[in-house]
């Protein structure tokens, strides 16, 4: 009984699925190719760059306040210092230590801001990237009487004949023979 309802529901989804025009497309090939990738990379690049710079400036901080500490310690190790400049100079000493530490504490917090905006950022630039190639396949689909394309990145197999990522890149006004300069360049590497 239970394989003869496997069966057939095997050969209604048959043909359902016979009946319906589908295609596919290479999302990855779509986002690197799209108008804004080169542009979306190299915002992404400037902004690491500009954060690198600014955790640079604060590294830069904390050295000195780290070349302090040990100018501190020096002088606290000086032997003809009286006791009230070694307190003195202990007392020093214990306020650069926590300058370095509040120092570092700062960069680390930083560092996690930093990289939560680029990550951030990154995300957000995909979403446009990966929303605008979505409405133009839907758009072909809808031109085409497709009634599903499908990302072929994600399928052990399909027929090149159901391939329209060619199609699509039309759409976004982007030449195909640069997904091949893309597909060789791959290759290169």
Request: hydrophobic share 40%; charged share 35%.
């Amino acid at each position: 009984m239970k394989k003869a309802i496997l069966a057939v529901s095997c050969m209604a989804c048959w043909t359902v699925l016979s009946d319906m025009k589908i295609g596919t497309v290479n999302m990855v090939d779509l986002v690197k190719l799209h108008p804004s990738y080169e542009t979306n990379k190299a915002l992404l690049k400037s902004t690491d760059k500009d954060y690198k710079a600014k955790l640079d400036k604060l590294q830069e901080d904390i050295k000195a306040i780290a070349d302090e500490g040990k100018k501190a310690q020096e002088d606290l190790a000086n032997p003809m210092l009286s006791a009230a400049a070694k307190a003195s100079a202990q007392k020093k000493l214990e306020g650069v230590q926590r300058r370095y530490i509040a120092a570092r504490q700062d960069m680390e917090a930083e560092v996690r801001r930093y990289q939560g905006e680029l990550a951030d950022l990154e995300a957000r630039l995909m979403k446009l990237q990966t929303d605008e190639i979505r409405e133009k396949i839907s758009v072909y689909a809808r031109e085409h009487g497709f009634d599903m394309i499908i990302d072929s990145t994600m399928l052990a197999f399909s027929k090149p004949s159901l391939e329209v990522t060619d199609d699509i890149l039309r759409v976004m006004k982007v030449d195909p023979e640069k997904r091949k300069t893309l597909k060789a360049d791959a290759k290169a590497k």
